[in-house]
């Protein structure tokens, strides 16, 4: 047999690649991609067995999986995307409470974010197969890869909002209100971006969700950092005629009311895919953020502007409500990458 | 755009060529692989994947799984007067063909589980194959989903992700792939990839004038995420091999589209957040409450439709 490299028995010679060395057939290819793959504008059914034919013959009549596996992430992963969403929207709360002009609002929103962002890193390494070596996440810079952009995210933005509490602390206002700018804004991937890291899998309900994903969890960030802004005026003893107060309860019932639009636009795009997201413990994950929903709205229009233990336990509600939304969408790639038959489908649908 | 990837000059793409018309089921290649690589055991559960496949699918600890489907031919209505017992005892069916199957990494030109690899553990070797690097990998356990093949898996006892490296150990020492040099009846073919394309074109070939018009190559073209390196022979439609029909980088075709939506929708809603602090007076005004109490009201009755079409 002719050795792939070197002479018979002896050993063959490699050395590292050359940095910004090129790869044949990879990185000219990387912009072929035909981007509309998944999801084509206007199908949002299974193509039919006539209609498919991928280069095969025969419609797609048995399927024998398993066809792909799920991803094998446990609870600490949606716990890290409903505290990453937090700190995302709280960022954007203290950016706003700067524009306003509302210093001593922007200091506690600051504050907020960098509380919601601790627990993260803990979150993410607990996760890891090898906690030991969760430096090796910061260890190559890759734009194409959502999983290494978030990480370097995650650096920037705890550094970033340290740095802006600490500011805040030794009482340089205009240097803290330009890290908290700058949070705002990498704040804006840090909310989203765990929506991409779920759309560009190979999971059927999550890839079929591509485009929405990243506004849904935006989303729901804001819901959680508003929500938690809000509660934290209120425990340092805010009036409940506050206008950063009030402004705050509008950004969580416009929030909430955005996810549910969103929700329900995605899901009518997905089609059948939308079991997914509906039954199971994904489902059970999806009716209980729903019933948050719907409760935190009740209490908040019904009460109009007396009662302020009502508007309290909306915030509440709607906090727990993004925490059921994050579950549900975890899970739900679960069931769905175990359906062999939707798996099937959508590749089959996929060929044009 | 760069990736993580070891260079050679003079070495050339490999890969495996797999003939199911010739695989015979004996799982040689399986055991071979568990051998050389040092693999643990899967367990002793029968029957794990349906008929004699007690492995059941690729997996961290299994980097070659020959897969036994079972075509079965309908079965005859039998007259209700004249019950053939022999056939109701035996469950009314007759297997019609069996087909085997060894399954292995693809290693894709455009690979999702590369794309996806946050720590670069996953490289391409200078033989075009993908492995991952045990000494880096972290265990985060994305590149398992990214897989449209359902390949490469993390050992919950190990931490790592682990999958077929195409026996880059043996390939340097100029020795080919464990499983290619125990198949006894070359239906895994191992060589230059554009040598095995084109053998393989000619076993189409060979297998069409012979009488078997549905054999046909999956992953040889370009369209299958970039070409495979390990492409196969098949004569059943890809599912029944738990195969997609199509498949690509998940990363590469939706990671641009998708990270600019949510990166949009972020600044939007940074903006839209600013934006209401400039409202003044009562808690909420009533366009948006209005706009809520819709958004709850469709809500709910589209999950109500949903749930009585089910």
């Known amino acids: ?324 939304f994050r579950y549900g969408w975890v899970r739900a790639g679960r069931a769905s990458a175990a359906d062999d038959e939707a798996v099937a489908q959508t590749a089959r649908a996929s060929a044009h | 755009m760069t990736e993580v990837a070891v260079q050679q000059a003079g070495a050339s793409r490999m890969g495996f060529f797999t003939d199911t018309t010739t695989c015979i089921g004996c799982k040689a290649c399986e055991v071979a692989c568990k051998q050389w690589n040092d693999l643990p055991a899967d367990g002793g559960e029968l029957r794990k994947g349906g008929s004699y496949d007690h492995t059941g699918s690729l997996g961290a600890s299994t980097w070659r799984h020959v897969r036994f489907v079972e075509v079965e031919a309908a079965p005859v209505p039998h007259d209700p007067e004249e019950v053939d017992l022999l056939a109701v005892a035996s469950g009314g069916a007759t297997l019609e063909r069996w087909v085997f199957m060894s399954d292995v990494c693809k290693h894709c030109t455009n690979a999702g589980c590369l794309d996806a690899c946050p720590t670069g553990a996953l490289v391409r070797t200078e033989f075009e194959t993908i492995i991952v690097q045990p000494d880096v990998c972290n265990g985060c356990g994305y590149c398992i989903p990214a897989c449209p093949f359902g390949v490469i898996d993390r050992a919950p006892d190990d931490g790592r992700a682990a999958k077929c490296t195409l026996c880059y150990d043996r390939l340097e020492d100029g020795l080919e792939p464990a499983c290619a040099k125990a198949c006894p009846t070359d239906s895994i073919q191992f060589g230059e990839h554009e040598e095995l394309l084109d053998r393989a074109h000619r076993r189409v070939a060979t297998l069409h004038e012979r009488g078997v018009p549905n054999a046909y190559l999956y992953g040889a073209s370009e369209d299958m995420a970039g070409g495979l390196g390990a492409f196969f022979l098949l004569t059943e439609p890809p599912e029944r091999f738990g195969l997609p029909a199509r498949a690509d980088s998940p990363i590469q075709q939706n990671v641009v589209p998708a990270t600019l939506a949510a990166v949009g929708a972020g600044l939007a809603a940074a903006v839209g957040v600013a934006a209401s602090f400039r409202v003044r007076g009562e808690n909420t005004p009533a366009p948006l409450a209005a706009v809520a109490v819709a958004a709850v009201a469709t809500d709910w009755a589209a999950r109500a439709r949903r749930r009585r079409r089910r």
């Open chain 1, 1 to 324: 047999m002719k050795p792939a490299l070197g002479t018979p028995g002896g050993p063959a010679r490699w050395r590292r690649a050359r940095e910004g060395a090129r790869v044949a057939l990879h990185g000219d290819n990387f912009a072929d991609g035909a981007w509309s793959f998944l999801f084509k504008e206007g199908d949002t059914n299974y193509a039919t067995a006539e209609a498919a034919g991928a280069g095969a013959p025969g419609g797609l009549d048995v399927v024998q999986g398993p066809m792909m596996k799920a991803a094998v992430w446990t609870w600490e992963v949606p716990l890290y995307f409903w505290f990453g969403g937090m700190a995302a929207g709280s960022s954007f709360v203290a950016l706003a409470c700067d524009v306003a002009g509302d210093r001593r609002a922007a200091r506690l929103s600051r504050a907020v974010a960098l509380g919601a962002v601790l627990p993260c890193p803990v979150l993410l390494i607990m996760d890891l197969g090898r906690p030991l070596r969760f430096l090796n996440m910061l260890r190559i810079f890759k734009p194409r890869s959502p999983m290494s952009m978030g990480a370097w995210c995650l650096v920037a933005f705890s550094a970033a909002g340290t740095a802006a509490v600490g500011a805040d602390l030794l009482g340089r206002d205009r240097a803290a209100r330009r890290l908290g700018a700058a949070n705002a804004v990498l704040g804006s991937y840090l909310g989203s971006y765990a929506g991409v890291l779920l759309a560009v899998t190979a999971v059927p309900v999550w890839a079929r969700s591509h485009l929405l994903l990243g506004p849904i969890f935006v989303a729901t960030g804001v819901v959680t950092g508003a929500a938690a802004c809000r509660l934290a005026l209120v425990a340092t003893g805010r009036e409940p005629a506050d206008p950063a107060r009030r402004a705050l309860g509008r950004v969580e019932t416009a929030a909430i009311a955005a996810e549910l639009i969103l929700s329900q636009v995605n899901e009518a795009r997905l089609g059948p895919l939308a079991s997914a997201l509906e039954t199971g413990p994904a489902g059970r994950w999806m009716s209980a953020a729903r019933w948050f929903a719907r409760g935190g709205l009740a209490l908040r229009l019904g009460r109009g502007t007396a009662g302020s233990r009502a508007h309290n336990l909306a915030s509440s509600a709607f906090m727990a409500a993004a925490l059921c």
